[in-house]
């Protein structure tokens, strides 16, 4: 089990993504990289920048990512599970499903106050003006396990990066651990293309 609140933070002024995921003594736990211009969404997610030791692999169904299924899988190729924007429904609220590796929906990730989206999308349309959003619109997600909330994940204010820290509200094991947080890092790198 991780040491929470986890820190994510997105690395600017680089080709592709790249997101380090640290713990509270500020212990790497995960590092990704993903790269542009992929038709496919296929994302590695390693223990730490070095890159040596795998930890699950992030893979789309489809090209188009609009009510896209993303399989979640151990470095041995085991599934673990399935992430899915909810379509239609995350125009308004983001809005997850996370399945377990049989495809029964055990948990979701909810953006708590869509008016933030809404307001970021405004301030990106003024010019110069997206440079502040992250001082000021600053959402927050839950994310549920079998009808209770497990962790919350909160963007810290920032002006030049994106900051998030991920909080343990509820207890789960060390299997759905690895989903939640497979889960959590796909729904951040989807959420950051849409603005």
């Given at each position: 089990m991780q040491n929470y609140p986890?820190?994510?933070?997105?690395?600017?002024?680089?080709?592709?993504?790249?997101?380090?995921?640290?713990?509270?003594?500020?212990?790497?736990?995960?590092?990704?990289r993903k790269k542009k211009f992929k038709l496919r969404e296929d994302v590695?997610?390693?223990?730490?920048?070095?890159?040596?030791?795998?930890?699950?692999?992030l893979q789309a169904d489809r090209i188009l990512d609009f009510g896209a299924s993303y399989a979640?899988?151990?470095?041995?190729?085991?599934?673990?599970?399935?992430?899915r924007r909810q379509g239609v429904r995350s125009l308004w609220r983001s809005a997850y499903g996370i399945a377990d590796a049989s495809g029964k929906?055990?948990?979701?990730?909810?953006?708590?106050?869509?008016?933030?989206?809404?307001?970021?999308?405004v301030l990106e349309m003024i010019p110069f003006a997206d440079v502040l959003d992250g001082l000021f619109f600053n959402p927050a997600y839950r994310i549920e396990l079998r009808g209770e909330p497990v962790l919350r994940l909160q963007k810290s204010r920032a002006l030049l990066e994106s900051r998030f820290r991920l909080e343990k509200l509820g207890d789960f094991g060390e299997g759905d651990e690895n989903l939640l947080l497979a889960s959590v890092v796909m729904m951040l790198l989807l959420e950051r293309e849409r603005g």
């Open positions: 986890l820190d994510l933070s997105f690395k600017i002024f680089t080709i592709g993504t790249r997101v380090g995921v640290t713990d509270a003594s500020g212990k790497p736990v995960a590092y990704v590695m997610v390693y223990r730490d920048e070095g890159q040596s030791e795998a930890l699950f692999r979640v899988t151990a470095p041995d190729g085991r599934l673990l599970g399935h992430v929906e055990v948990g979701g990730i909810r953006e708590e106050n869509p008016w933030v989206k809404v307001a970021d999308a």
